[in-house]
């Protein structure tokens, strides 16, 4: 079939979910509306985590026959998903894929809209608002999937013994319920949130988007973790002036050895981002120019227009807690089935803790919903099995590729160097542990 008349085709990138859209392109990256797949040169990389096109399928979203809810509230027994953010909606479509017709209740503090959430560290330098964030409207996915949403509703108490939850507009019964609510900001005390960014939602960006689309600006990012590296980049390649702020001496200290850390950190340097480590933040103030101040345990001072906080997530624990969920800086769940402590109740996401380590990452979400679509549903297990994930930074300055989660106190063995690439390995029990590329040729292939 001609391409005149081949309708435009969708392309996943199983490392980190961006779909490819022939009809809209990559400009960015230099690929025009209409580039079919098979044109895009072989070096073209991911925009979000750059693996090359070999690592992207066709994508054919499930056509699902649901049988139609009632868009009104509705007390009749059946699944109740709780969070409607990747982790929810993968649940939904897992269940619908599985079974048609069982009643499922989507409850959102939001608007349940469907968005990728890793798209919103690199949005703004690719001039992307609200509006084109959106894939779908959680009025129109509910619709095709054939689920009861209560978007704008909070959940305030669950009943295991009654299966019962008690929301913002009534009570409502559960056969199965999933616990999808994601993970929060965690912002020290220091940083007042009514002067501090947080862009850990759709919501919350797009009200930062907008602040920044007068024009540019002064932006301190507090926390040099992998959300505040990538949007620094970020935000400078929109044309602001960018300040990175940590408590350690160069970026991502938790996670990549001293020498790989440097080599980020002078790669900012070269991009125009000024670094401030080894200083603690004591508070933050908004001066009578509306300018924000930020004060430094060394007495130093910084004014910004702008703050925005990257000082990691934390989980929520008052469900769990009013639940009587074990629960360990997460929901503790079972590594195969992802059932929490309580029958009947399962999680996903980054609310979860898997065997004492939280679980925040977009590959693995999947693949849970597959797990746990089986249980609630009492089909034959498909069992979860849990491995690190692939982390990929997406900075574009000097791609960064881990396989594997290293440990701390754990020495790195030096693999190879160059000016363009670093290649180091961490490994315990002669067992490669960690494998680490920084650099301009990391294509590491999805698994």
């Not at 002078?266 to 509306?290: C, M, P």
């Not at 849990?386 to 594997?404: E, F």
């Amino acid at each position: 079939m001609s391409h005149d008349v081949q309708e435009w085709r969708q392309y996943l990138c199983r490392a980190c979910g961006l779909i490819y859209d022939e009809e809209k392109g990559d400009p960015d990256s230099g690929l025009a509306p209409g580039t079919r797949f098979e044109d895009i040169p072989d070096d073209w990389e991911c925009p979000l985590c750059g693996v090359t096109k070999t690592d992207f399928e066709l994508f054919e979203k499930p056509v699902v026959v649901a049988v139609e809810q009632t868009a009104h509230f509705s007390a009749e027994p059946g699944i109740v998903v709780v969070g409607a953010g990747l982790a929810g909606w993968a649940a939904v479509e897992a269940i619908r894929q599985l079974d048609q017709s069982v009643p499922v209740t989507l409850i959102s503090a939001c608007s349940a809209d469907l968005y990728h959430k890793p798209e919103l560290s690199v949005a703004i330098s690719r001039g992307l608002d609200k509006a084109a964030l959106i894939q779908e409207t959680g009025v129109d996915a509910a619709r095709r999937l054939g689920v009861q949403l209560m978007a704008e509703t909070f959940v305030v108490g669950i009943s295991p013994s009654l299966h019962q939850l008690r929301t913002t507009r009534g009570s409502l019964t559960y056969t199965k319920l999933i616990l999808a609510q994601g993970a929060k900001p965690a912002l020290p005390a220091q940083l007042p949130p009514e002067l501090c960014w947080r862009v850990n939602d759709l919501a919350c960006w797009s009200g930062m988007q907008q602040a920044l689309a007068k024009g540019p600006q002064s932006i301190a990012i507090v926390g040099a973790g992998m959300i505040g590296c990538e949007i620094a980049e970020d935000l400078v390649r929109a044309g602001h002036r960018v300040t990175l702020l940590d408590r350690n001496a160069s970026p991502l200290a938790g996670l990549l050895p001293e020498p790989a850390s440097q080599r980020l950190r002078d790669s900012f340097a070269a991009l125009g981002i000024t670094y401030i480590g080894n200083d603690d933040i004591t508070g933050v103030t908004q001066l009578d120019n509306q300018q924000k101040q930020i004060r430094f345990g060394s007495g130093n001072t910084l004014e910004v227009d702008q703050v925005l906080a990257a000082t990691g997530l934390m989980t929520d624990n008052r469900l769990a807690r009013i639940a009587g969920l074990d629960f360990d800086r997460g929901i503790s769940v079972a590594a195969d089935t992802l059932q929490t402590s309580q029958a009947d109740i399962y999680a996903l996401g980054d609310c979860i803790n898997i065997e004492g380590t939280a679980c925040r990452f977009i590959e693995p979400i999947k693949h849970q919903a597959k797990a746990i679509a089986h249980g609630v549903l009492n089909l034959e297990a498909s069992a979860y099995q849990h491995s690190a994930p692939v982390v990929r930074l997406k900075t574009r300055s000097l791609p960064v590729v881990m396989n594997g989660l290293p440990l701390a106190g754990v020495d790195w063995t030096l693999i190879h160097e160059d000016a363009d690439e670093l290649v180091m390995e961490q490994r315990f029990d002669n067992q490669v542990i960690a494998h680490l590329k920084v650099g301009a040729s990391t294509q590491t292939r999805a698994a």
